[in-house]
Each structure stands twice: as C-alpha cells, then as structure tokens.
C-alpha cells in the first residue's frame, strides 16, 4: 500500500469517526429540545383543556406563558424544530396574537415545505390580521405542493372566500 492510499484510508476513517460522534452528540441536543417542546405542550394542555373552559383566564394566561417559554427553549436547542414552531403557533393563535402566529406558521412552512397545513394555517393567520393578499399567495403555494384534486379545490374554495371578503 503506498502513501497516497493510507492517507486516503486515513482521511476516510477521520470523516467517519466525525461523522459518528457529531451524530451521537445530536440525540441529546434534539433530546434535550423534545423534552422542552412535550413540557410546552403539557402547559398548552393544561391552559387550554383544564383553565379556558371552566372560565378561568388568568390561569390558562400563566400556563400558556409557561408553554410559550418552553417551546422557546426548545428552539434556543434547535432552530430547525417545526413541532416546537407548530406548537408556538397554535399557542399564538389561540391567544389571538395572528402576527406572531404568522410569523411561527411561516417557520413551519419554510423547514416542512410540503406540509401544506401549515400553509393552510398562516393564511388563516394572514386574513386575521388583514393580509388577504399573503393569505391567498400562501394557498397558492399550497396548491403547488400537490397534485391532490379534492386538496386543490379546498384551497381554491379558500381563496375564493377571501376574495368575496375582499369585495
């Protein structure tokens, strides 16, 4: 074997070995931001199943705060985590800040470009902040992110509906 082959060999083995141990560290920093996002979600639940419906808004305010830390926390360990953006989201939305819950729809879209839900979901956040022109161009993008004629008429009956509210 000459010495162009063991540095080859060599290099091959470093990659793999980096490989490995940059993949093992992973599951503990997306461990570590599930945890956060399923302690979110228990707040959200809470909030939202256990305080909203028996009347009691300061007490799902202070849960939902407690969710919406959580969830950021698990974006703070991962930037890419759509779920935790989801969840944020839905969370906004709820408490009806549609800006921001615009702004978290518009995450989930760029790291799940064909989850067209979420397309779904900012346009909804869009006309609720008076943006029917965004919301109508995210169902459009929605309408490219699939050849499913029953999804495409949905999303044509939607931006029908929005330009009615426009007129």
Do not use: W
């Amino acid at each position: 074997m000459n010495s162009r082959h063991l540095s080859a060999i060599a290099t091959l083995v470093f990659l793999i070995a980096s490989f490995i141990s940059g993949a093992a560290a992973q599951p503990g920093k997306y461990g570590k931001a599930s945890d956060y996002n399923r302690r979110g979600l228990r707040y959200f639940n809470e909030a939202f199943y256990g305080h909203l419906p028996n009347g009691k808004e300061a007490e799902a305010g202070k849960y939902f705060d407690l969710a919406a830390a959580e969830f950021n926390k698990a974006l703070a360990v991962n930037p890419r985590f759509a779920e935790a953006y989801r969840n944020l989201a839905r969370l906004h939305y709820v408490r009806k800040d549609f800006a921001r819950a615009a702004e978290a729809y518009r995450m989930v879209t760029l790291l799940e470009p064909r989850n067209i839900d979420a397309y779904l979901q900012l346009a909804l956040s869009c006309t609720r902040i008076d943006r029917p022109d965004e919301a109508i161009r995210q169902l459009e993008i929605a309408k490219g992110k699939t050849h499913d004629s029953e999804v495409i008429g949905k999303l044509d009956g939607y931006i029908r509906k929005i330009r009615e509210r426009q007129q």
